[in-house]
């Protein structure tokens, strides 16, 4: 079964406006949290990350937002632009073996 | 950060045929993987390739399908044998280094 539950399965948001996509975990081994982002025939490229003892992480118009109790962590993008339009896919791994765990994916479409 | 060639990028095979995918890193690393993205899914792990050691299969993977090589720590190759149209899907290897994870640009391949 899918170890981490991505939503939603896409989102529409204008130029200018913030996306949000959120994952959710079971897995309490899971230590290393990475977002990547994927255009359509390129391999997914990585975008932010966070560990577990941080809150918040914030790279340029991206942010990465955490809970460990809850066991869920987000993707803000500000100031969407349609340059941000693609795939993006959370995932996890935990130290014992470094195999990702991915969620399903969000489609993103900002629109002009 | 690692720079990932994969070869061929894309390719159309018929039933029946194996296609062999190598994968190239500007580095020398200890943990490869190898994932298939079947379209429009998410990514699903189908070996870690170390190099020295035989390559560690994911459950629904099995050698004798995908066997992979892994001569040493910036080459290795997945085989994808006896082909369906079922097998048609994007092919990924990744590398691990401090922890993050990169991707190549992916094979995509076809099974007519």
């Known amino acids: 079964q899918q170890q981490v539950k991505q939503s939603p399965q896409s989102l529409i948001v204008q130029k200018g406006g913030i996306s949000i996509i959120n994952c959710a975990y079971e897995?309490?081994?899971?230590?290393?949290f990475p977002w990547y982002q994927q255009f359509p025939g390129k391999g997914p490229a990585l975008l932010i990350a966070?560990?577990?003892?941080?809150s918040e992480k914030k790279e340029g118009r991206f942010t990465i937002s955490f809970n460990k109790s809850a066991k869920q962590f987000s993707l803000h993008i500000m100031d969407s632009q349609p340059g941000d339009s693609a795939t993006y896919f959370c995932?996890?791994?935990?130290?014992?073996?470094?195999?990702?765990?991915f969620g399903a994916g969000t489609t993103v479409t900002v629109r002009a | 950060s690692a720079v990932i060639s994969q070869k061929p990028s894309r390719d159309i095979c018929q039933r029946g045929t194996s296609l062999t995918i190598q994968c190239q890193v500007d580095?020398?690393?200890?943990?490869m993987f190898w994932y298939r993205q079947q379209p429009g899914q998410s990514l699903t792990l189908i070996a870690t390739?170390?190099?020295?050691?035989?390559?560690?299969?994911e459950s629904g993977f099995v050698i004798d399908k995908f066997p992979i090589s892994r001569p040493n720590l910036t080459f290795s190759t997945l085989t994808v044998s006896n082909m369906s149209p079922e097998d048609s899907s994007i092919y990924l290897c990744?590398?691990?280094?401090?922890?993050?994870?990169?991707f190549g640009p992916g094979t995509r391949l076809t099974v007519t």
């Open positions: 897995n309490t081994a899971f230590d290393y």
């Open positions: 990744s590398v691990e280094a401090g922890y993050e994870q990169y």
């Open positions: 995932a996890a791994t935990s130290p014992s073996d470094y195999k990702l765990s």
């Open positions: 966070i560990r577990p003892d941080v």
């Open positions: 580095s020398q690393v200890t943990m």
């Open positions: 390739a170390n190099q020295g050691s035989e390559a560690t299969y």
